[in-house]
């Protein structure tokens, strides 16, 4: 007879449940974020969770946009320093070591700040994918057989390959250089109508042309890349019922 303590071994369920969230289409992945652990209790799982992560590279993209504008200041004021005639040898060699010095600890700070942000992306990007990965392939075993039919092996791999891996480098490392350019653009902006208003007020009009063209070429993009995408996976399938 069973023990009745041991529950029997064929009740244990596979994870074939929907994923259900309330959140946009644009933002689904992060509804497979789990559970923030506490600080004190596992500091290493804390910090290793992709919210915090993506926390922390948000802090350090923005920290990295800032400190861009700062060589075109330096360099500025370096400029300045040494192209009066009444310059003396003194002072050329005192700014210069000054400048030097400060664009040496802002050219360190910049090396670190994107190696930080770079990884905390590209980290909570591969461990968000691996869990929609995970979830789809799940969802596909759980389907009816007419579904195979329709969606042969060669397309779910290449949904499971290739497409996810888009997704983790958009939410990764594309995500990430788009909060730098932003604050790089934003920091810029400012310096650029306190120092000269009207040069900048010129440069600020075709921000928007600039922002129509790229927004234009990424629709043509996405127009000509998925059905390449489908002709792809589905010759994937066609080369493996050969």
Same mark, same amino acid.
């Given at each position: 007879?069973?023990?009745?303590?041991?529950?029997?071994?064929a009740? @244990? #369920?596979?994870?074939?449940?929907?994923?259900? =969230?309330?959140?946009?289409?644009?933002?689904?992945l992060?509804?497979?974020?789990?559970?923030?652990?506490?600080?004190? +209790?596992?500091?290493? &799982?804390?910090?290793?969770?992709? $919210?915090?992560?993506?926390?922390?590279?948000?802090?350090?993209?923005?920290?990295?946009?800032?400190?861009?504008?700062?060589?075109?200041?330096?360099y500025?004021?370096?400029?300045?320093?040494?192209?009066? !005639?009444s +310059? @003396?040898?003194? /002072?050329?060699?005192?700014?210069?070591?000054?400048? !030097?010095?400060? &664009? =040496?600890?802002?050219?360190?700070? %910049?090396?670190?700040?994107?190696?930080?942000?770079?990884?905390?992306?590209? &980290? !909570? @990007?591969?461990?968000? /994918?691996? *869990?929609?990965?995970?979830?789809?392939?799940?969802?596909?075993?759980a389907?009816d057989?007419?579904?195979?039919?329709?969606?042969?092996?060669?397309?779910?791999?290449?949904?499971? @390959?290739?497409?996810?891996?888009?997704? #983790?480098?958009?939410?990764g490392?594309?995500? +990430?250089?788009?909060?730098?350019?932003?604050? /790089?653009?934003?920091? !810029?902006?400012?310096?650029?109508?306190?120092?000269?208003? *009207?040069?900048? $007020?010129?440069?600020? +009009?075709?921000?928007?042309?600039?922002?129509i063209?790229?927004?234009?070429? $990424?629709?043509a &993009?996405e127009?000509?890349?998925?059905?390449?995408?489908?002709?792809?996976? %589905?010759?994937?399938?066609?080369?493996?019922?050969?």
């Open positions: 007879m069973q023990s009745p303590s041991k529950a029997p071994r009740v @244990s #369920r596979l994870p074939f449940e929907a994923h259900r =969230t309330r959140l946009p289409n644009s933002l689904y992060f509804s497979f974020c789990p559970a923030v652990p506490s600080l004190l +209790a596992s500091p290493r &799982t804390f910090l290793r969770h992709p $919210g915090v992560l993506y926390a922390i590279g948000f802090v350090a993209a923005i920290l990295a946009g800032v400190v861009m504008p700062g060589f075109d200041l330096l500025g004021h370096w400029s300045n320093k040494i192209t009066p !005639a +310059a @003396s040898p003194q /002072t050329i060699r005192s700014s210069s070591s000054y400048v !030097a010095w400060i &664009t =040496t600890i802002l050219g360190l700070s %910049q090396l670190l700040l994107s190696w930080l942000f770079l990884s905390c992306f590209s &980290t !909570a @990007s591969h461990d968000l /994918t691996q *869990r929609l990965r995970h979830t789809y392939i799940a969802s596909v075993l389907q057989a007419s579904h195979f039919d329709l969606h042969g092996a060669g397309e779910i791999a290449n949904c499971a @390959s290739k497409d996810i891996s888009v997704i #983790r480098a958009g939410f490392e594309k995500v +990430a250089y788009l909060t730098w350019s932003f604050s /790089t653009l934003f920091v !810029a902006v400012i310096v650029g109508f306190i120092k000269a208003p *009207r040069i900048a $007020g010129v440069l600020f +009009a075709l921000l928007p042309l600039t922002s063209i790229f927004a234009v070429l $990424g629709k &993009t127009v000509v890349g998925a059905p390449a995408l489908r002709i792809e996976g %589905q010759s994937s399938t066609f080369l493996e019922q050969i």
